[in-house]
């Protein structure tokens, strides 16, 4: 069986409170205040997996996550001290308060395709069968079509231009 609790949960609230009161203090001394898991649980004279331990046990949850919310709020007011460098509380926010630079999004779903494929062309319906035919020619036409615009003309080989004006002189 696992050893019992330093702190019933009346006196872990108690001692908490006492920590932060004890920050507000050195708020008020103009000291920097420093606040944070490992601090708390320093504090409290307990381990630091003793403290998470704490959290999954029936009115003890309540109070320790009430201590995170009130430790991440005096990193997020030092953001807001004038001439301080706020690079401290920005990656305390980041690493143990839940903040990012940017918003990630997650989807999630399916996409349905809906259209059939042939394996054979016995299977294709006629309409199909003149579509493809049509597409096919419509290439084959393409392909079949030559450019003649200025620039096409410019591009070509002196042989194949020399030809093409030997041929125009014969007409």
Not at 113 to 142: F, G, V, Y
Request: aromatic share 10%.
């Amino acid at each position: 069986m696992a050893r019992p609790f330093k702190y019933t949960p009346e006196e872990l609230e108690k001692k908490v409170n006492e920590y932060f009161k004890k920050k507000e203090k050195e708020s008020e001394e103009k000291k920097l205040v420093f606040c944070s898991i490992r601090d708390l649980a320093s504090f409290l004279k307990i381990d630091l997996q003793t403290f998470y331990n704490y959290d999954s046990r029936p009115g003890y949850s309540n109070i320790t996550k009430k201590a995170r919310d009130r430790i991440i709020a005096v990193w997020e007011q030092q953001l807001f001290y004038p001439g301080r460098n706020a690079s401290g509380a920005i990656f305390y926010l980041k690493n143990f308060g839940g903040m990012a630079d940017k918003v990630e999004h997650n989807h999630s779903g399916q996409i349905e395709h809906k259209h059939q494929h042939a394996a054979r062309i016995e299977d294709l319906s006629t309409e199909q069968l003149q579509t493809i035919t049509a597409a096919l020619e419509a290439l084959q036409r393409e392909k079949d079509t030559i450019d003649v615009t200025p620039k096409s003309i410019e591009d070509l080989p002196v042989q194949e231009k020399e030809e093409e004006e030997g041929e125009g002189e014969n007409t």
